[in-house]
C-alpha cells in the first residue's frame, strides 16, 4: 500500500511538472522546481521533496498558487502540497527519462489533430532586444536579423546547431514574433510535436489536414530536429513537408542540439538539404558575453547586484546560459527574502560547487564504435554484422551498453545502428553486459578502460 501511494504521489507530481514547466520561464523552473520529488501521499496532502530550506521558502511564498492549481487539474482535487527539505531523490520505477516522453506529451497524442493545429503562442519575453549578441552567437543572431526582412530570399533553409540553453529557442521565438508582426504566416513547432501530429494524423486519417496545415506556411520554425533520428516514417512526412516548402521560396528555420553531420541515421536526402543552406553554430559564451547577459538580466530584476559577484557567476558557469539565468535567480531571490547588503560568502553558499559545469564534447556513435572495435580488435563491420563468435558477440553488447549509457540515443535507433537489430535485442545486450560487469572482473576492467579512452577523446 505505502509503494502505492509512492507511486501515486510521483504520477501526480510528475504530470504538475509538466503543466508548470509550460507556465513559468524555463530558469525559474529548472532552478526551483526541476530537482523537486514527491515522497509520499497523505489523503489530500502531497509531500515533496526539495534540496534546501531555501528552495522550501521560495516555492511556499511565490509559486505555491500555481503548484497547487497544477496539482488541482492533474489529481481532479485540490491538495495541500508540503515541501521537505530532504534532498533530491530520483523517481524509480516510472520510465525512463531520456527515452519516455513528457507527460505532457502523452496528452498532446490523445487530442484531436485539429486541436494540435492551433497557432504558436510566442513568449514575448523572447525577442531579439533581450537577447545578449556576442562573438560566439553573431551569425546566427544577424542571419536571423536577415530572414525577418527578407523571409525565404536569404538563408534558405537556415539550420542552427549548439548545445542546450545558448538560447536556439529564445532566438526561434524572436524570429516568429516579428514575421507575425509583420502579417506573414509563420508556424512555430517543436520535432516532438511534429511527430506526435503526424501520427496522430496518420492514425486519424487527417494527413490532407496536417500537410495543409504546414504547407500553408510562409515560414516554418523547427525546434529541435535531432528528435527526427530513428523515425523513419515521420523523416518522410518531414521530407515532403520541407521540398513543398522549399521549392516554393518558403523559409525554413531548424534547430539542432548537434552538427548536422553528427544526426546519425537522418536520412542523406534531408541531410544534404540543410546542408544546402547556411549552417549556424552557437558556442558557449565568453566571458565578457556573460557578464553582458547577467548585467542585463539585473537590470530587468531592479535589482543592483555588485560587479564582483557578476564576475564570479560570469566565472562560475561557462557553458549554459540557462544555468547562468537560474544562478542569477537564486541570488535575486536571496537579496529579496533576507535583506540587507549581498555579501560574497552568502554568494558562494548559494552557489555551489555543483552549479559550474565543466565543458564537455558529446560523444557520437562512430565515436564509441571506433573505441569498442580498437579495444577488442573487431572490426566496426563485424560489430554491426550477423556473427555470433564470442569475442564479436560481446564487444557488440558492449557497444550497446555504452551506446545507452553515453549517449541519448533510443533502443530502436541504437539497433539501427548496430546492423538493423531490434530494440529488445538491444535492451538484452545491455542488461547482459551491465549484470556480467558485477560477476566479471575482467569484464569491468576492460568497461572502464574503454570509458578511459572516450575520455580522452572527449
Not at 530572414?147 to 530570399?153: L, M, N, Q, S
Not at 530494440?423 to 538484452?428: E, I, R
Request: glycine share 6%; aromatic share 6%; hydrophobic share 35%.
Amino acid at each position: 500500500m505505502a509503494l502505492e501511494k509512492d507511486q501515486q504521489a510521483s504520477k501526480i507530481w510528475l504530470a504538475a511538472l509538466g503543466k508548470l514547466e509550460l507556465r513559468i520561464p524555463r530558469p525559474s523552473f529548472e532552478t526551483w522546481l526541476k530537482d523537486t520529488t514527491a515522497t509520499n501521499i497523505a489523503q489530500t496532502r502531497l509531500f515533496v521533496s526539495v534540496p534546501n530550506a531555501f528552495t522550501v521558502e521560495y516555492l511556499e511564498t511565490r509559486l505555491m498558487g500555481l503548484i497547487r492549481q497544477a496539482v488541482k487539474e492533474v489529481a481532479g482535487e485540490d491538495f495541500t502540497v508540503t515541501f521537505q527539505a530532504n534532498g533530491s531523490k530520483k523517481i524509480t520505477g516510472l520510465g525512463e527519462p531520456s527515452t519516455t516522453p513528457s507527460l505532457p506529451s502523452r496528452q498532446r497524442q490523445n487530442l484531436p489533430v485539429a486541436e494540435n493545429f492551433k497557432g504558436t503562442t510566442f513568449n514575448p519575453r523572447y525577442t531579439f532586444n533581450s537577447f545578449v549578441v556576442g562573438d560566439s552567437n553573431e551569425l546566427a543572431f544577424s542571419a536571423l536579423r536577415a530572414i525577418e526582412d527578407h523571409p525565404g530570399k536569404t538563408f534558405n533553409p537556415l539550420v542552427i546547431h549548439s548545445k542546450a540553453g545558448l538560447g536556439k529557442t529564445h532566438l526561434l521565438h524572436a524570429l516568429g514574433s516579428q514575421l507575425r508582426a509583420k502579417n506573414v504566416k509563420c508556424t512555430y513547432t517543436t520535432c516532438e510535436d511534429f511527430t506526435n501530429q503526424y501520427i496522430n494524423a496518420i492514425q486519424q486519417r487527417k494527413t490532407q489536414e496536417f500537410r495543409d496545415h504546414y504547407r500553408s506556411s510562409e515560414a516554418l520554425l523547427i525546434d529541435d530536429i535531432q528528435f527526427l533520428i530513428g523515425k523513419d516514417q515521420t523523416q518522410e512526412g518531414f521530407f515532403h513537408t520541407f521540398n513543398s516548402l522549399h521549392l516554393s521560396n518558403r523559409q525554413i528555420v531548424i534547430t539542432s542540439d548537434r552538427p548536422i553531420a553528427e544526426l546519425e541515421l537522418l536520412q542523406k536526402r534531408i541531410s544534404t538539404r540543410l546542408s544546402g543552406g547556411l549552417v549556424a553554430d552557437i558556442q558557449p559564451p565568453r566571458l565578457e558575453t556573460r557578464l553582458a547577459i547577467l548585467q542585463a538580466k539585473s537590470a530587468q530584476f531592479n535589482c543592483t547586484i555588485s560587479p564582483r559577484i557578476l564576475e564570479f557567476l560570469a566565472q562560475k558557469i561557462q557553458t549554459n546560459v540557462r544555468a547562468l539565468e537560474g544562478a542569477l535567480n537564486k541570488v535575486v531571490a536571496w537579496t529579496q527574502f533576507r535583506g540587507g547588503p549581498l555579501t560574497m560568502d552568502a554568494v558562494q553558499e548559494i552557489i555551489p560547487d555543483s552549479m559550474a559545469e565543466p565543458s564537455t564534447k558529446k560523444l557520437t556513435a562512430s565515436a564509441i564504435l571506433q573505441a569498442v572495435s580498437k579495444h577488442y580488435d573487431v572490426s566496426p563491420d563485424s560489430i554491426k554484422g550477423r556473427s555470433r563468435q564470442k569475442n564479436i558477440s560481446l564487444s557488440r553488447q558492449v557497444t550497446m551498453y555504452f551506446l545507452r549509457q553515453e549517449t541519448d540515443l533510443s533502443l530502436t535507433t541504437i539497433g539501427k545502428i548496430l546492423g538493423d537489430r531490434d530494440h529488445t535485442t538491444v535492451s538484452h545486450g545491455c542488461q547482459r553486459v551491465a549484470t556480467l560487469m558485477r560477476q566479471d572482473r575482467n569484464l569491468d576492467d576492460n568497461i572502464r578502460a574503454i570509458r578511459g579512452e572516450l575520455q580522452r577523446w572527449d
